[in-house]
């Protein structure tokens, strides 16, 4: 089967992280990504079942991969050669069971939750898997299969970039309804990390909320307050203003819920005005920080710039919640500590707890995709041969107008096989 | 000799390029054969004894109102205030007019024994003086007099302890003026009436107001009901101000209203062939103007902006009243359109204007764009009495680069006004319900009016809405040589030649259009018949 493979060769890393210097995605020319004829990963045993990736898309943290800009902290969290992708729509090649111990027919449609926790690896199950919150599992490198904290970074799982099957464990199986399009459903991934940050700001109804990037966990933020609001969850924040880079972005953050879609180097402007703030001094030239500011900043970039950022326009007692990968950052904290400001990382899923009652975020993902029909987010299919254009479109999604770029892999094969 | 009254000239094969303002620039312009340019009339001679003048008008005031000495007594509270930055443009070489007449009422002050006198500058909205401008306005002798002594001060529209409400007129205005100035025994207020809408009641019913007071008269409404605010019975901001002047009158408050015009010598010796007609122009005005013209081309931008900043008008005193507000103002307008009222026969279908460097809030700062559209749309295109030089439908063509710059210290405001609400809409009636109050009561903008040098947050809008009356009439604005984006924003269209500009107005005014330039400054009204 033809597979896209990670290998661990420095010299490729090194070389990626050179080209990627002219663009976000270059890294696929020169770097450790290469399409292998391979075999199929074997089975892992009682609990795991086969499927066939049908699309899967490309996020940000691919990317850094790909570009060798990924953080060191993962090198013992991941495992050599691997198979990317982990946004992943499959269909069932054998019956199985879902995550909730339904069954799941040959056929069906299936999406992934990536995360490879205590279940999947045959132990005895850590604190945070035992409450369904398997996004803060302990143990990602232990058990009967190699590490990796996700499917997607795992020797022994395959992933989502391959015409081939992979293996899943029940533990990681949703079932797609049928109202929900391929393109719905290659989002719910995404759209659950998303969530996930919305709920991890723990807002109010009379929260400003800042949104600082727009690519698809921006906007997947922006729709979340939209859809938790709608569906009576949680409150509408007094104030949703989203700064992002490209007009196209700030079009669909409007479309989505935002009260404000504003240009990046005008988010500090407007949060502001919208706080009634006032401004202490310059910084390098430019606004200095807020005296006052937003209740709650949630950086979907996770770079030293917009964190920085997030502190200026964070109010004192504030929270900022990190959905962008951050890798090292050189940062003055001396805001964060005077305004006793709080930052928190929002990493994937797991469950949320909202009114007492605990919902996989996963099964929330997918009643938000079907609210916002999020699939209309996904830009581009390429096949698995064009792999180098498909991650320079993704380097390149904002300038260009996308929003989120999949590998179509086998789409035509699978409506086959279910008419047939 | 006389002056030679202003003109309109038609254009011929014969006539040479016109001089055309843009911006930080000019350049020469030829018009289309046919089309008309209005010249401003010649300045007025000055007065001859400009001290002699004054303290004649203080002793024999105008309409119901004693002469200035027998107002004056000691242990009076006495209140002088005073026309701002805003005014005259370009700021005069010393000594400036308000100076001479303020020095004048001391004298008097102090052989009566006056001993509690403050200075105000009548800010209303815009910004805080800076000390050197306070002292070119007022001399060194006065400012270091009082200053000092916290005895000069500048209106502050946000200081509550300083602001009394006296009432509302029959039309339901607030009038929330100056404390100070308002419970004096003598307000003296000094003008420089530089065009037919200055002075009068305003000169209190605005310059010592607040936005309280303001905005019943600074909106979308009253300006489209200004047709023009130069000619008072159809100037709905005039009759407002009128209605609150009368109030503060009947609440006990005695004005002594000093007013003056002066006259339109515009430019200095080495500048004069700017205010000159062009047929006129000797070896001299052409070698100035190729030095200059080149010059402020190549200069970097701050450099050109410097040089033109710094120019002082030779401004001179032509006339001087003073007494009861009304009575003076009558007779002061008079003057004012007698000084620069040009009679234009017929509209037009499309005008055109280049747009110098300054405007009342751009003194020794930056014109940004939406003091642009405010010089072309709300200043020159309302120079009229009568009806506007061009036609209902027309289109107005104006010459400014119309660069996105901000002076970040006098203009913050403007700097969101342009990111968030022009973004937006351009729509005055719309940002007016949607956006002013939040600028008007922004506690940083509050701030910085209060202890900066910046104007008002809520002074973008107003300089919007001095627009409304033209973007209402005019079916298309052009900027040539305009930023595209910018002028994009402003909902103005950009060219980058007049032939480009005639071309795009083809489709509001057909093929044939009539073209009315005019060319100012030196400042003109037309008079349309």
């Known amino acids: 089967m033809k597979a896209l493979i990670i290998e661990r060769k420095v010299s490729r890393f090194a070389a990626a992280r050179l080209v990627s210097s002219f663009g976000s995605g270059r890294g696929a020319a020169l770097g450790p990504l290469r399409l292998f004829d391979t075999?199929?990963?074997?089975?892992?045993?009682?609990?795991?079942?086969?499927?066939?990736?049908?699309?899967?898309?490309?996020?940000?943290?691919?990317?850094?991969?790909?570009?060798?800009?990924?953080?060191?902290?993962?090198?013992?969290?991941?495992?050599?050669?691997?198979?990317?992708?982990?946004?992943?729509?499959?269909?069932?090649?054998?019956?199985?069971?879902?995550?909730?111990?339904?069954?799941?027919?040959?056929?069906?449609?299936?999406?992934?939750?990536?995360?490879?926790?205590?279940?999947?690896?045959?132990?005895?199950?850590?604190?945070?898997?035992?409450?369904?919150?398997?996004?803060?599992?302990?143990?990602?490198?232990?058990?009967?299969?190699?590490?990796?904290l996700q499917t997607g970074y795992c020797a022994d799982t395959g992933g989502g970039w391959s015409e081939g099957p992979l293996r899943a464990h029940q533990s990681q199986l949703y079932k797609v309804p049928d109202a929900l399009s391929d393109d719905d459903a290659v989002t719910i991934e995404p759209m659950a990390c998303a969530l996930h940050g919305a709920l991890r700001a723990?807002?109010?109804?009379?929260?400003?909320?800042?949104?600082?990037?727009?690519?698809?966990?921006?906007?997947?933020?922006?729709?979340?307050?939209?859809?938790?609001?709608?569906?009576?969850?949680?409150?509408?924040?007094?104030?949703?203003?989203?700064?992002?880079?490209?007009?196209?972005?700030?079009?669909?953050?409007?479309?989505?819920?935002?009260?404000?879609?504003?240009?990046?180097?005008?988010?500090?402007?407007?949060?502001?005005?919208?706080?009634?703030?006032?401004?202490?001094?310059?910084?390098?030239?430019?606004?200095?920080?807020?005296?006052?500011?937003?209740?709650?900043?949630?950086?979907?970039?996770?770079?030293?710039?917009?964190?920085?950022?997030?502190?200026?326009?964070?109010?004192?007692?504030?929270?900022?919640?990190?959905?962008?990968?951050?890798?090292?950052?050189?940062?003055?904290?001396?805001?964060?500590w005077q305004r006793e400001v709080e930052i928190v990382g929002a990493y994937a899923y797991g469950v949320e707890h909202l009114d007492g009652v605990t919902v996989p975020t996963f099964s929330l993902a997918m009643e938000m995709v079907a609210h916002h029909h999020t699939g209309t987010l996904v830009s581009a299919h390429y096949p698995i041969d064009r792999f180098e254009e498909a991650l320079a479109h993704a380097g390149a999604a904002g300038p260009r107008g996308a929003v989120k770029i999949v590998f179509d892999l086998g789409r035509k094969k699978a409506t086959e096989k279910k008419e047939g | 000799m006389n002056p030679r009254p202003g003109f309109v000239l038609e254009v011929d094969r014969s006539t040479p390029p016109t001089l055309m303002w843009k911006g930080e620039s000019f350049g020469l312009q030829k018009l289309p054969t046919g089309s008309r340019i209005v010249y401003a009339p010649e300045p007025f001679d000055a007065l001859e004894d400009p001290q002699g003048a004054i303290r004649d008008a203080l002793e024999n005031p105008t309409g119901d109102q004693k002469p200035l000495s027998a107002l004056l007594f000691a242990g009076m509270r006495l209140t002088i205030c005073f026309d701002d930055i805003s005014l005259p443009l370009p700021p005069m070489l010393a000594p400036d007019i308000r100076q001479m007449v303020i020095e004048a009422v001391l004298d008097q002050a102090a052989e009566s024994g006056v001993d509690d006198v403050v200075l105000?500058?009548?800010?209303?909205?815009?910004?805080?003086?800076?000390?050197?401008?306070?002292?070119?306005?007022?001399?060194?002798?006065?400012?270091?007099?009082f200053a000092p002594h916290g005895l000069l001060m500048q209106h502050d529209a946000e200081d509550p302890s300083n602001l009394i409400h006296l009432g509302q007129t029959d039309h339901g205005e607030d009038v929330e003026i100056n404390k100070r100035a308002a419970e004096s025994d003598l307000l003296v207020y000094v003008n420089i009436?530089?065009?037919?809408?200055?002075?009068?009641?305003?000169?209190?019913?605005?310059?010592?107001?607040?936005?309280?007071?303001?905005?019943?008269?600074?909106?979308?409404?009253?300006?489209?009901?200004?047709?023009?605010?130069?000619?008072?019975?159809?100037?709905?901001?005039?009759?407002?101000?009128?209605?609150?002047?009368?109030?503060?009158?009947?609440?006990?408050?005695?004005?002594?209203?000093?007013?003056?015009?002066?006259?339109?010598?515009?430019?200095?010796?080495?500048?004069?062939?700017?205010?000159?007609?062009?047929?006129?122009?000797?070896?001299?005005?052409?070698?100035?103007?190729?030095?200059?013209?080149?010059?402020?081309?190549?200069?970097?931008?701050?450099?050109?902006?410097?040089?033109?900043?710094?120019?002082?008008?030779?401004?001179?005193?032509?006339?001087?009243?003073?007494?009861?507000?009304?009575?003076?103002?009558?007779?002061?307008?008079?003057?004012?359109?007698?000084?620069?009222?040009?009679?234009?026969?017929?509209?037009?279908?499309?005008?055109?204007?280049?747009?110098?460097?300054?405007?009342?809030y751009n003194v020794n700062s930056i014109m940004n764009p939406i003091l642009v559209a405010c010089l072309g749309l709300g200043y020159f295109f309302n120079s009229y009495r009568g009806k506007p030089v061009v036609r209902e439908g027309g289109v107005a063509i104006l010459f400014h680069p119309t660069r996105p710059e901000f002076h970040p210290g006098h203009h913050p405001s403007y700097i969101d006004f342009f990111e968030q609400v022009l973004t937006e809409t351009t729509d005055p009636v719309v940002m007016s319900e949607r956006y002013e109050e939040a600028y008007a009561?922004?506690?940083?903008?509050?701030?910085?009016?209060?202890?900066?040098?910046?104007?008002?947050?809520?002074?973008?809008?107003?300089?919007?809405?001095?627009?409304?009356?033209?973007?209402?009439?005019l079916s298309k604005v052009i900027i040539v040589g305009g930023d595209p984006a910018t002028v994009r924003r402003l909902g103005f269209q950009s060219a980058t030649t007049l032939d480009d500009a005639l071309e795009m107005a083809k489709d509001s005014v057909g093929m044939s259009p009539t073209i009315t330039h005019l060319h100012t400054p030196p400042l003109l009204m037309a008079d349309v018949t």
Not at chain 1, 276 to 302: E, F, Q, W
Not at chain 2, 447 to 472: D, I, K, N
Request: charged share 20%; hydrophobic share 40%; glycine share 10%.
């Open chain 1, 202 to 336: 723990h807002h109010s109804g009379s929260s400003t909320v800042a949104v600082l990037g727009a690519g698809t966990l921006g906007l997947g933020v922006v729709a979340a307050f939209a859809f938790l609001a709608a569906t009576g969850r949680s409150p509408r924040p007094s104030r949703l203003i989203v700064g992002a880079r490209y007009p196209s972005q700030r079009a669909v953050a409007k479309h989505l819920g935002a009260d404000e879609a504003v240009p990046t180097d005008q988010l500090a402007r407007s949060v502001r005005m919208a706080t009634r703030s006032m401004i202490s001094g310059k910084s390098n030239g430019k606004m200095g920080p807020l005296t006052g500011g937003a209740d709650i900043v949630i950086d979907c970039v996770g770079s030293a710039e917009s964190l920085k950022e997030s502190l200026e326009i964070v109010a004192p007692g504030g929270r900022i919640v990190m959905i962008g990968m951050p890798g090292k950052v050189n940062v003055d904290l001396a805001g964060l």
């Open chain 2, 441 to 473: 009561t922004d506690p940083w903008y509050i701030h910085l009016y209060r202890t900066g040098h910046a104007y008002h947050g809520v002074h973008p809008f107003y300089m919007w809405y001095w627009c409304s009356h033209a973007m209402e009439h």
């Open chain 2, 193 to 360: 009436n530089l065009v037919a809408m200055d002075g009068g009641h305003k000169s209190v019913a605005t310059g010592l107001a607040s936005y309280k007071s303001l905005r019943h008269h600074h909106n979308p409404k009253t300006m489209r009901h200004s047709k023009s605010f130069m000619h008072a019975p159809s100037s709905e901001l005039h009759s407002a101000n009128w209605r609150m002047g009368r109030l503060i009158k009947d609440s006990g408050v005695n004005i002594f209203q000093i007013e003056t015009t002066l006259n339109t010598n515009t430019f200095p010796e080495s500048f004069q062939f700017l205010q000159k007609r062009e047929w006129e122009w000797g070896i001299k005005d052409r070698m100035a103007f190729a030095a200059s013209s080149r010059a402020l081309d190549l200069a970097p931008r701050k450099m050109a902006r410097n040089i033109l900043q710094g120019i002082k008008a030779p401004h001179a005193l032509r006339t001087v009243y003073a007494g009861e507000v009304e009575a003076v103002h009558e007779k002061i307008t008079a003057d004012v359109w007698e000084q620069q009222g040009v009679a234009v026969s017929g509209q037009t279908d499309i005008v055109t204007m280049g747009l110098p460097y300054i405007s009342p």
């Open chain 2, 120 to 145: 105000i500058a009548a800010l209303a909205l815009h910004r805080r003086m800076t000390e050197p401008e306070l002292r070119h306005a007022l001399g060194s002798r006065v400012y270091d007099a």
């Open chain 1, 39 to 148: 075999p199929a990963p074997k089975d892992l045993g009682p609990g795991w079942f086969s499927v066939t990736p049908v699309l899967a898309g490309i996020c940000g943290s691919d990317l850094a991969t790909v570009d060798g800009r990924s953080s060191h902290y993962f090198e013992h969290l991941v495992s050599f050669p691997f198979v990317p992708g982990h946004e992943v729509l499959g269909v069932m090649n054998e019956a199985g069971f879902d995550a909730f111990g339904d069954p799941l027919l040959e056929g069906d449609r299936v999406v992934l939750q990536p995360v490879l926790g205590c279940a999947a690896r045959g132990i005895q199950l850590c604190d945070a898997c035992r409450e369904g919150d398997v996004g803060r599992c302990q143990f990602l490198n232990v058990g009967h299969i190699r590490a990796g």
